[in-house]
Nanobody
Framework: QVQLVESGGGLVQSGGALMLSCEASGSGIGANSVAWFRQAPGKQREYIAR?????????RYYAHFAKGRFSISRDSGNTVYLQMNSLQPEDTAVYYC???????WGQGTQVTVSS
């Protein structure tokens, strides 16, 4: 069984940047795809990006709003990252990582962007 723990959230001013981490323990990520989602107050959970690894190649997929500002990556172990640049107040949300196409989620990390 894999467990996910997000970290790296916090308070940042508009235009700032943050890097979130998603560390997998237990059985680890392995060859699974990993995705980032977010949920703002009063809104549905929203897909951000996904990374899929085949052999030595990582394939990245982004929601339209994330292209050009957000970047997903992973290390050779069990950590997936989400680099977020040019943050705006509308990016304020709880950010979650997920083993793609499963019910395995982390507990989330709060990102707050002040204007």
């Amino acid at each position: 069984q894999v467990q996910l723990v997000e970290s790296g959230g916090g308070l940042v001013q508009s235009g700032g940047a943050l890097m979130l981490s998603c560390e997998a323990s237990g059985s680890g990520i392995g060859a699974n795809s990993v995705a980032w989602f977010r949920q703002a107050p009063g809104k549905q959970r929203e897909y951000i990006a996904r990374i899929r690894t085949e052999g030595n190649t990582n394939y990245r997929y982004y929601a339209h709003f994330a292209k050009g500002r957000f970047s997903i990556s992973r290390d050779s172990g069990n950590t997936v990252y989400l680099q977020m640049n040019s943050l705006q107040p509308e990016d304020t949300a709880v950010y979650y990582c997920n083993i793609w196409d499963t019910e395995v989620w982390g507990q989330g990390t709060q990102v707050t962007v002040s204007s």
